[in-house]
T-cell receptor
Framework: DAKTTQPPSMDCAEGRAANLPCNHS???????VYWYRQIHSQGPQYIIHGLKNNETNEMASLIITEDRKSSTLILPHATLRDTAVYYCIVRVPNTGNQFYFGTGTSLTVIP | DGGITQSPKYLFRKEGQNVTLSCEQN?????MYWYRQDPGQGLRLIYY???????QKGDIAEGYSVSREKKESFPLTVTSAQKNPTAFYLC????????????????FGSGTRLTVV
């Protein structure tokens, strides 16, 4: 199963863009990259996903490198409510849609 | 609105007791999952079920049991054999069809915090 590597923590100034990196060098061709976030003591919340094209929705943008070995989640204008743990997950194929969560990146948005 | 409901939000258990955590979804999702989260750590898979009356062990199934008698329900029992049950438990579901909806991944409940007293 492909695994991901994320920095354990990051800070971002309120109103600035938060760029969260993720390495997934062993990703296979049919695996998607997913991002979730978890605010303290709540269930993780889906943010965005992509296969190989860059994606954007109302919450964030996802930039995937051409070789698909890494990606970046961009929160364009971080707010204090974006303080959370962000998980980058590569979807395991043909195993019942299991998602393997690592320890993620703890993002702190600073006023 | 559709979603997943976990109950109770907080649960206290005496040592040696079995307790059951409830997870109900009205999303018509086929697959359901139970994860355990310890402080400062990621989520670890306990059990999962892809269809009714079928379930599989995850990475840390010892000391836990599940049932899937109905599509919308996937209760988790923490047995007395689980030596360190104090943790945050999360239930999730997903559509395992081939349509685009299945690509959106998990929907999570709000979790149950279990404490052994």
């Amino acid at each position: 199963d492909a695994k991901t590597t994320q920095p354990p923590s990051m800070d971002c100034a309120e109103g600035r863009a938060a760029n969260l990196p993720c390495n997934h060098s062993t990703i296979s061709g049919n695996e998607y990259v997913y991002w979730y976030r978890q605010i303290h003591s709540q269930g993780p919340q889906y943010i965005i996903h992509g296969l190989k094209n860059n994606e954007t929705n109302e919450m964030a943008s996802l930039i995937i490198t051409e070789d698909r070995k890494s990606s970046t989640l961009i929160l364009p204008h971080a707010t204090l409510r974006d303080t959370a743990v962000y998980y980058c997950i590569v979807r395991v194929p043909n195993t019942g849609n299991q998602f393997y969560f690592g320890t993620g990146t703890s993002l702190t948005v600073i006023p | 609105d559709g979603g997943i409901t976990q109950s109770p939000k907080y649960l206290f258990r005496k040592e040696g007791q079995n307790v059951t955590l409830s997870c109900e979804q009205n999303l018509n999702h086929d697959a359901m999952y139970w994860y355990r989260q310890d402080p400062g750590q990621g989520l670890r898979l306990i059990y999962y079920s892809q269809i009714v009356n079928d379930f599989q062990k995850g990475d840390i199934a010892e000391g836990y049991s599940v049932s899937r008698e109905k599509k919308e329900s996937f209760p988790l029992t923490v047995t007395s054999a689980q030596k360190n049950p104090t943790a945050f438990y999360l239930c999730a579901s997903t559509d395992r069809g081939r349509g685009r909806a299945s690509l959106y991944g998990y929907t999570f409940g709000s979790g149950t915090r279990l404490t052994v007293v």
